[in-house]
C-alpha cells in the first residue's frame, strides 16, 4: 500500500518537480518514507481518502456543480461541536474560491476536522504524518448531511422568472402583405416581415414559415409551439369566406405565431428565431434547417436536461392534472368570449352597411324629379322635403365611416388580443397531447420491448443455445436499458417544461385586463364619436323640415 501527501494540492494543477513523501508497507509491517519529485494529480491524491470522504462531498455538493458552497461547508462546521477558535483555524487552511471549495479542499477540511475532534491542532503539517488512511471525522451518517446543501439563487431553474409586461417588451413583430408576385406557374403571396428588435425586415413566403415551424417543433419538442394557420382554404367545406379575407385572416395568424415565438422566453434567444427574423439571404430554408442540425433538440443543450428530476415537485403529476384542468376551462371560455367579440365586430360592420344604404335611399328618394300631382300640389310639402332629403345623405355616410371604425377597432383591439391569447391556449393543449402521446407512450413501449427482451434471455438461460446469439441478446438488452434510461431522463426533462410552460399561461392571464380595457375603450370612442354626428344631425332636421316634425322632447 502507498499513500502520498503534499500541502496545498489543488485539483486539475500540475506539481511536476514538487516534493512530495511516499509511505510504503511492507508485508511485515514495516514503515518505508520515501521523499521524493513526482507530478501529481488530483487523481494520485484520491486514492489516499476514505470513502466517508467521498459520501460526505457527494452529499453536499452543489448538484449541477462539482463545487461545494462555502455556506454549507460553515453548516457543516457547525455540527462538529469545536470552538470557534478551532474552527476559526481550520477555515484559515482551507482555500475557497468565488464563494465554493474544491473536492480536495473539501477533503483536506474533512481531515483536519477529524485530527481537531481527536484533540490535536488542525494543522497541514500533521496530515504529512498520516501513514495510514486519513481520519474520519464525526460528522453523522452522509445522507442526513444533504439536507445542508443550499443551492445559489441562480439554482431557481424551475421558475420562470417573467411578468407579461416583460414578455410583450421582448419585441413586436408586424407581418404585411406584399403585392402579389407570379412564380413560374402560380402567383404566390409573400409577406414582410419586420422585427422592432432586430430594426430589420426581410421578406418570407408561407413555406418558410412552415419550415421555421417545422424546425421549431423538432428543436423545442417540450415547449409551446403554436400552430400555424392552413395554407389555403378548405376545398368541398362551405364557407362564406372568399380568398381575399382568407389571406387577410392568414395573415393575421401569422403575425399571432411570430409574435408568440419571438416572445417566448426560451425562444426568444435561440438562434432559430433570430436566423428567421434577420436572415436576408436567397435560401432561409436551408438555413433553418441547417441551424438546427448544429444545435440539436433542447434536452440535448439544456445544462439541467439531465437533472430535472432533482428541481421536480414531489407532487408534479397531481400539479399538472389539477393545471390542465383549469387551463382546459379557461381555454372554453375565452372561446366563447372571442365568438362574442367577433359577433360585435361583425354587427359594427353591418351597422356601417346599413347605415350608408339608409342615407343612400334617403338621397334616391330626394332626388327624384316626379312631379307631384295636382291633388297634392296645392298644400303638401312634400316638394320641399324631398329636396331636404338628398342632402341628410351626407351625415348617414360618415355615421357609416364611424361605425366601420367601431368595427375595425372591435377587431383589431380585442378579437385579435383574444385569438392571440386563444393561439397560446391551444398549443399548451397540443403540447400535453404531444407529452402523453410522444415521451410517455415510446418510454411504455420501450418497457414492454424490455420485458420482453428480458424473457427471451430467461428461457436462454434455461434451454442451451449458441454462445453467440446469447451474446447478441445481451448486446440487446444493454442497449434498450441505455435507450430506457435516455427516455425516463427525456420523460422528466418534459414534465420540467410542462411545469414552465404551465407557469407562462398564468403569466399571461393578466392580457384578459389589457382585452376588457380595449373593449371598453372601443366602446366609448365609438359610442362617442356616432353620438357626435347625431347631435350634429338633429337641429339639421328641424332646420330643414320647421317645427318637430317627428323630432320628441323628452318626456
Known amino acids: 500500500m502507498c499513500l502520498v501527501w503534499r500541502r496545498g494540492v489543488k485539483a486539475g494543477e500540475n506539481y511536476s518537480g514538487e516534493t512530495f513523501f511516499f509511505f510504503f508497507f511492507s508485508e511485515c509491517g514495516c514503515v518505508c518514507v520515501v521523499e521524493s519529485r513526482w507530478e501529481l494529480t488530483s487523481e494520485n491524491f484520491l486514492g489516499s481518502v476514505p470513502a466517508y470522504y467521498r459520501e460526505v462531498y457527494e452529499a453536499i455538493r452543489c448538484r449541477t456543480d462539482e463545487r461545494v458552497q462555502v455556506e454549507v461547508f460553515q453548516r457543516l462546521l457547525q455540527r462538529t461541536d469545536l470552538s470557534k477558535a478551532v474552527l476559526g483555524q481550520i477555515a484559515e487552511h482551507v482555500d475557497s474560491t468565488d464563494g465554493f471549495l474544491s473536492k480536495l479542499s473539501l477533503y483536506k477540511a474533512l481531515a483536519l476536522i477529524a485530527l481537531a475532534q481527536q484533540g490535536k491542532e488542525p494543522s497541514p503539517k500533521l496530515l504529512e504524518n498520516c501513514i495510514q488512511e486519513f481520519p474520519k471525522p464525526q460528522l453523522g ?67 418558410d414559415f412552415d419550415v421555421f415551424h417545422e424546425v421549431l417543433i423538432q428543436r423545442f419538442a417540450y415547449r409551446m409551439v403554436p400552430a400555424l394557420p392552413p395554407k389555403r382554404m378548405l376545398k368541398g367545406v362551405l364557407t362564406n369566406v372568399s380568398e381575399r379575407e382568407f389571406i387577410e385572416g392568414r395573415r393575421r395568424a401569422l ?39 448544429k444545435t440539436g433538440d433542447e434536452f440535448m443543450t439544456n445544462r ?162 449458441e454462445q453467440a446469439s446469447v451474446e447478441q441478446l445481451e448486446s440487446r438488452i444493454v442497449q434498450q436499458e441505455n435507450a430506457i434510461q435516455t427516455m425516463e431522463l427525456r420523460n422528466y426533462f418534459s414534465l420540467f417544461c410542462l411545469h414552465q410552460e404551465t407557469q407562462l399561461i398564468f403569466i399571461y392571464l393578466p392580457i384578459t385586463s389589457h382585452i376588457l380595457g380595449a373593449f371598453v375603450n372601443s366602446q366609448v370612442q365609438g359610442h362617442r364619436e356616432m353620438g357626435e354626428v347625431w347631435n350634429e344631425l338633429q337641429p339639421k332636421l328641424g332646420c330643414l323640415f320647421g317645427g318637430n316634425n317627428g323630432l320628441r322632447r323628452p318626456i
Open 304 to 465: 439541467i436536461a439531465t437533472l430535472a428530476k432533482e428541481y421536480l415537485p414531489a407532487d408534479i403529476q397531481a400539479q399538472f392534472s389539477a393545471s390542465r384542468e383549469l387551463i382546459r376551462n379557461i381555454h372554453n371560455s375565452f372561446q366563447k368570449l372571442r365568438d362574442r367579440a367577433e359577433k360585435m365586430a361583425e354587427r359594427s360592420k353591418e351597422n356601417a352597411t346599413d347605415l350608408l344604404m339608409f342615407g343612400k335611399e334617403l338621397s334616391t328618394l330626394g332626388s327624384d324629379a316626379s312631379s307631384l300631382p295636382s291633388l297634392a300640389s296645392s298644400q303638401s310639402t312634400w316638394g320641399t322635403l324631398r329636396q331636404s332629403l338628398k342632402s341628410l345623405s351626407v351625415e348617414f355616410a360618415v355615421l357609416s365611416d364611424k361605425a366601420a371604425q367601431q368595427g375595425r377597432r372591435e377587431e383589431d383591439d380585442v378579437v385579435e388580443k383574444l385569438n392571440l391569447f386563444l393561439d397560446l391556449l391551444q398549443s399548451y393543449r397540443d403540447l400535453c397531447e404531444r407529452h402523453e402521446k410522444g415521451v410517455l407512450h415510446e418510454h411504455q413501449r420501450a418497457l414492454h420491448k424490455y420485458s420482453v427482451m428480458k424473457r427471451q434471455m430467461m428461457s436462454a438461460t434455461v434451454q442451451p443455445k
Open 141 to 207: 451518517e452522509p445522507r442526513d448531511l444533504s439536507a445542508l446543501r443550499m443551492q445559489p439563487a441562480q439554482e431557481d431553474v424551475l421558475t420562470v422568472s417573467q411578468t407579461l409586461d416583460k414578455l410583450l417588451a421582448q419585441d413586436t413583430v408586424q407581418v404585411e402583405l406584399i403585392p402579389e408576385k407570379k412564380g413560374l406557374f402560380l402567383k404566390h403571396v409573400e409577406y414582410q416581415v419586420t422585427s422592432q428588435r432586430y430594426k430589420i425586415s426581410v421578406y418570407r413566403r408561407y413555406s
Open 255 to 293: 403575425g399571432r405565431f411570430i409574435n408568440l415565438v419571438a416572445r417566448h422566453p426560451f425562444f426568444s434567444e435561440d438562434e432559430l428565431v433570430k436566423t428567421f427574423l434577420t436572415f436576408s439571404g436567397s435560401d432561409v430554408q436551408t438555413k433553418l434547417r441547417d441551424t438546427y442540425k
